[in-house]
């Protein structure tokens, strides 16, 4: 044999014999456990200083245990491991906690049945299930609500039971990655003309061989005899400005009481385009129900403007409402990691992405070294690490009077629904009143006073749940805390 090929025949045969077998790998990731992690969740996982690893229960992100390990949580006082774990490392710990959890059959618990917050003690009920992916709910009258589907489907419930047919006849969406079905908005005069609005990523067909192209596109319709009818196009982008990714649409839809339509569209991806006003994506639209477009829009007159541009720099918004009282327009928007942001949007106004952010690339990298700079607008709160904001609404029934016109914020990433007290723009106190049930999608005031919360749980599980009041909690029935310490 040639002495070249039998050295890099004997090389081969060392490095072969060289990699980690599956079981030594596993070894290994469960004496970096007892190493690093043990002292603080328990030598059996089952929590200690921190949180058990074996409940089923994810406070932070079941899809971000590998960034959780690798950047921290330090608001938590979890400390960052990328500077003495390597990437190899970190991963191996994420699968053996994966691993130990499918082996003991762990699954993740039922939503509460009771809540008990700083105001009220909450009655829990399951509102709907058997959804898939829903992504939105909203109501035509006291007995009947709307639910999206991101496949494709508008589903009715009626009198608290879910209708099993789906709405038929309604536009074909794009369900691929973050795309589908996505916003239902019941038009404030529903009553007189019937209309109600969809948002969904839209897809342009290819030429021959090419992917296709999309962005979101928002229409009306009327429900009539379980099918959709009277479909009009309200918005349609520039079929020049789709695009080829598959997230980022942000998609939601609100009224306010001049009769405008505002809807948000993410920057699918493509951070500059949102500093682009020539582009669609990363801003908020205004327009007219009918989808005409206001004469005092800030771009209207503006040479290579889209003339629907109320606002731009936004990376995803996810969550919009009108303040009750004051008609402001509040916003909510997914950041890297890190950085999501709570905004009051004003017309014209630039909120910075990507040139400005208080979070970083997925890879730990900088996306800017700035989070401030002139003529961009800072957030009223922002929230590091990521909790993924996706549905806002100020609360507005007779059920919790205490929350009159507090906003309420659903997070996906860590499960929660928020509920934040304001006070002239300012945000002045948080508090979390639902946790783990689910990924939040969106959470609404009912007609009926109670808060609905659409869910995402494993397995493509949907479910709403219905939050109502049981009693009022007074300041001096709530039990001293004693200091632990």
């Keep these: 044999m040639n002495p070249l090929h039998k050295a890099l025949l004997c090389l081969s045969i060392f490095s072969l014999s ?25 030598e059996n996982l089952q929590g200690g200083m921190a949180q058990s690893l074996i409940d089923g229960i994810w406070q932070f992100g079941e899809g971000s245990i590998e960034e959780n390990i690798k950047h921290g949580l330090t608001h938590v006082g979890m400390p960052a491991f990328e ?12 699968e053996y906690l994966e691993s130990v959890e499918e082996e003991l059959g762990v699954t993740k618990p039922p939503p509460p049945t009771k809540l008990q917050t700083l ?30 589907e991101r496949p494709g489907r508008l589903r009715v419930v009626h009198n608290d039971t879910l209708i099993s047919e789906p709405i038929t006849g309604t536009p ?47 229409v009306r319709g009327r429900l009539r005899d379980g099918a959709w009818a009277d479909e009009q196009v309200v918005y349609e982008a520039p079929h020049d400005t789709y695009i080829l990714t598959r997230h980022h649409y942000g998609s939601r839809i609100v009224f306010d009481p001049e009769g405008h339509l505002y809807f948000s569209i993410g920057e699918r991806g493509i951070g500059d385009d949102a500093q682009d006003i020539s582009m669609p994506n990363g801003k908020i639209h205004r327009i007219y129900r009918d989808g005409g477009i206001p004469s005092d829009n800030p771009f209207v007159d503006t040479y290579d403007a889209l003339p629907t541009i109320f606002t731009y720099g936004n990376r995803n918004p996810q969550g919009l409402a009108i303040h009750p009282q004051t008609g402001q327009l509040w916003e909510t928007e997914h950041g890297p990691m890190g950085g999501d942001e709570l905004n009051v949007l004003l017309a014209a106004r630039n909120y910075g992405w990507p ?80 946790k783990n049930a689910g990924r939040v999608r969106d959470v609404t005031t009912g007609p009926d006073g109670a808060i609905y919360v659409v869910l995402n749980r494993p397995d493509s599980e949907g479910i709403v749940l219905r939050l109502s009041v049981i009693a009022e909690r007074s300041y001096s029935s709530r039990p001293a805390v004693s200091d632990p310490f």
Aim: aromatic share 10%.
């Design 18 to 42: 060289a990699q980690p077998t599956l079981a030594q790998e596993s070894e290994r990731a469960a004496e970096l456990f007892q190493e690093v992690c043990s002292q603080c969740h328990g």
């Design 83 to 94: 500077a003495t774990l390597t990437d190899d490392e970190v991963e191996a710990l994420a």
């Design 119 to 148: 105001d009220y003690e909450i009655d829990v009920a399951l509102f709907a299930e058997d959804l898939e992916i829903p992504w939105a709910i909203d109501f035509l009258d006291e007995n009947t609500a709307l639910i999206t």
């Design 172 to 218: 074909k969406v794009l369900h691929e990655g973050q795309g589908g079905l996505l916003d239902v908005a019941v038009d404030p005069d529903y009553a007189e003309n019937g209309w109600v609005y969809l948002s969904y990523s839209h897809e342009i067909e290819p030429e021959a061989g090419n992917r296709t192209v999309a962005m979101t596109r928002i």
């Design 355 to 434: 040139r400005i952010t208080y979070g970083r690339d997925y890879s730990g990298e900088l996306v800017s070294e700035y989070n401030r700079r002139p003529g961009m607008e800072q957030p009223r709160l922002f929230w590091r690490p990521s909790v993924a904001v996706c549905g806002l609404d100020f609360y507005t029934g007779n059920q919790f009077p205490k929350w009159q016109n507090r906003l309420l914020v659903g997070a996906l990433r860590f499960e929660e629904v928020k509920l934040l007290t304001l006070d002239q723009g300012r945000v002045q106190h948080e508090e979390v009143i639902l």
